[in-house]
């Protein structure tokens, strides 16, 4: 079974705006990772949470994590067409492997 | 380095055909996984080795699959017979520490008819 579940399944925003999605996970973790896939892709780590942070930031990406609810949240400010894809989270659980989340699409309108 | 290479990128076969997919990961990473990417499931691993050696793979759906890691820069991942409904998009990726950032290859795309 899957270890997370991203939410939405797809969004769609228009250029500059901003874009939020949501990762929710079962069991506890050490760190939480969001990777994105672009059409046709393999997958491409963005940023890499561990389980005492909080928030993260990396470029116009930032990145929450709250293990008492046992989500995440991955923000895309100023959104650029080049940032249409789907974005996947991944934890770790309680194994040495990673589980990937469903997904997000993510369209952006120029 | 020119990052985790996989080869065919595109691979069409006949149902009842020997399929072979290979990977060679990127040089130095002790850990090798191999995923399958379809519509319907998701992304799902198949299997994973460390320093060449197979760890888990509880995610080969059956007997059909197989996987080798002959070495620290070559694996394979073999389907005999295929399927139908083994179309999908084969991932292979690696990393130093199984649960760290991994890196993928560009993935093939296996359709068999």
């Known amino acids: 079974s899957q270890q997370g579940e991203e939410d939405p399944q797809a969004l769609s925003i228009q250029e500059g705006e901003n874009a939020t999605m949501n990762c929710s996970y079962k069991t506890s973790i050490n760190n939480l990772q969001w990777y994105r896939q672009n059409s046709g892709r393999g997958l491409v780590h963005l940023i890499l949470i561990r389980s005492n942070e909080r928030e993260k930031h990396s470029g116009r990406l930032r990145v929450t994590l709250d293990t008492s609810k046992k989500s995440s949240s991955l923000l895309i400010t100023a959104s650029q067409a080049a940032d249409t894809a789907s974005y996947f989270c991944a934890t770790d659980g309680d194994t040495d492997k990673l589980i990937f989340g469903t997904g997000t699409r993510l369209q952006v309108f120029p | 380095d020119a990052g985790v290479i996989q080869s065919p990128r595109h691979e069409v076969t006949e149902m009842g055909q020997e399929v072979t997919l290979r990977c060679k990961p990127i040089?130095?990473?002790?850990?090798l996984f191999w995923y399958r990417q379809t519509m319907m499931r998701g992304l799902e691993l198949l299997i994973y080795f460390n320093n060449n050696v197979p760890i888990d793979d509880s995610g080969m759906p059956e007997d059909r699959f197989s996987a080798k890691m002959p070495n620290a820069s070559f694996s394979t991942l073999k389907i005999q017979p295929s399927e139908p409904r083994d179309s999908a998009v084969y991932f292979c990726?690696?990393?130093?520490?199984?649960?760290?950032?991994?890196?993928f290859g560009p993935g093939t795309r296996l359709t068999v008819l």
């Open positions: 040089s130095g990473h002790d850990y």
């Open positions: 990726a690696s990393t130093y520490r199984p649960t760290d950032t991994q890196y």
